[in-house]
């Protein structure tokens, strides 16, 4: 740790960051008055359907950013190694996607920190915010916390939680926080450069948030409206809300509970029917309005429009 102008310490700060949500934290990072001397990111994956290796998100902005990138696909004795070298003081994580063990964790002097989509204890694992969409809680979050061997058990430096948006899908809130709760990262590095952070115990009893799996999209529409309405807006975009008419899966890509009132249609659940421009499945005790899906093996479209294609004037979704 140097002292910056005017006296102020700024630290030297390794970043740990793979997807697009970790943006934001390296940007105020870069633009504040500290030294990020590394960004650690995973290494590039094939992505599309040609399959071109391309370079994570954080290592595509630390690259326009002029920073050192070292990609690993884990945080092993070859990247302890090389984080050593750059002598940082600080560690930041922000959705890396590894974890950080021994003798990483203590090898820089203020440990790690890590930026969490949730108010913990809630929803600790890799799918805070999706997680917390489809239980239907009111509020999502964030919490930056210091880093311990178990899972997101660590001290919470800072959180703070908001209203969940009406219709707010995971991609939209995961994309709002992202944006919003990186200046609390950036607040955390201040007070423990200047050496007054404060990190308080989680208190409560924690949630869990595993990993979802692509079954984890598939629509049951004998749950309420607002169970199924939940579960849509919690897996999009990834994995996607899923079901099958005919046999065959169909991407449900965007979707809202219909109005109610006396010209809504009664209908059983799982049950489509086309009333005027609207495409409507039923729930156990409403119906959903499909706006936008995707055949598979064919590109996305408005539902109306693969409705008519279908030819059917009545089909089932299971």
């Known amino acids: 740790m140097t002292l910056g102008q005017w006296g102020v310490p700024h630290l030297r700060i390794v970043f740990a960051g793979t ?35 391309t370079p994570s998100p954080v290592a595509q ?17 070859e990247a302890t190694e090389r984080i050593e070298a750059l002598r940082p003081d600080l560690g930041v994580v922000v ?26 204890p809630a929803w600790r694992g890799a799918a805070p915010v999706q997680r917390a969409l489809i239980a239907g809680d009111a509020e999502i979050g964030a919490s930056v916390f210091r880093l311990v061997p178990e899972l997101d058990a660590g001290d919470v430096y800072a959180s ?19 944006e919003t709760e990186a200046d609390l990262v950036l607040d955390v590095v201040d007070a423990i450069a200047a050496g007054i952070a404060v990190a308080t115990p989680q208190a409560g009893e924690p949630t869990f948030a595993p990993k979802l799996s692509i079954e984890d999209g598939r629509i049951d529409w004998t749950r309420s409206i ?16 899923h079901t099958e008419v005919d046999g065959i899966r169909l991407k449900v ?3 809202r509970p219909a109005s109610v009132g006396a010209e809504t249609p009664r209908l059983e659940p799982g ?12 729930t156990a005790d409403g119906a959903m309005e499909l706006r936008r899906v995707q055949p598979a093996g064919r590109n996305a479209m408005a539902a109306a429009d693969w409705w008519r294609g279908l030819g059917a004037e009545r089909a089932e979704a299971r």
């Open 271 to 282: 049950e489509i029917r086309l009333d005027r421009k609207r495409l409507l499945v039923g």
């Open 95 to 120: 959705a890396y996607g590894g974890l950080v063990r021994e003798p990483l964790l203590s090898t820089p002097p203020h440990g790690w920190i890590n930026l969490h989509f949730s108010a913990l």
């Open 253 to 255: 890509l965007e979707a």
């Open 226 to 241: 607002v169970e199924v309405d939940a579960r849509v807006r919690g897996v999009t975009p990834e994995p996607g809300a």
């Open 61 to 77: 902005a630390a690259e326009r950013l002029g920073l050192p990138v070292i990609d690993a696909a884990r945080l092993d004795a």
């Open 19 to 53: 997807p697009a949500v970790a943006v934001p934290t390296l940007e105020r990072l870069a633009e504040s008055g500290h030294e990020v001397v590394g960004v650690v990111t995973r290494p590039p994956a094939p992505l599309g359907r040609k399959r071109v290796l």
């Open 160 to 178: 703070r939680t908001r209203p969940v948006a009406p219709g707010e899908t995971a991609g939209l809130a995961l994309e709002s926080l992202a």
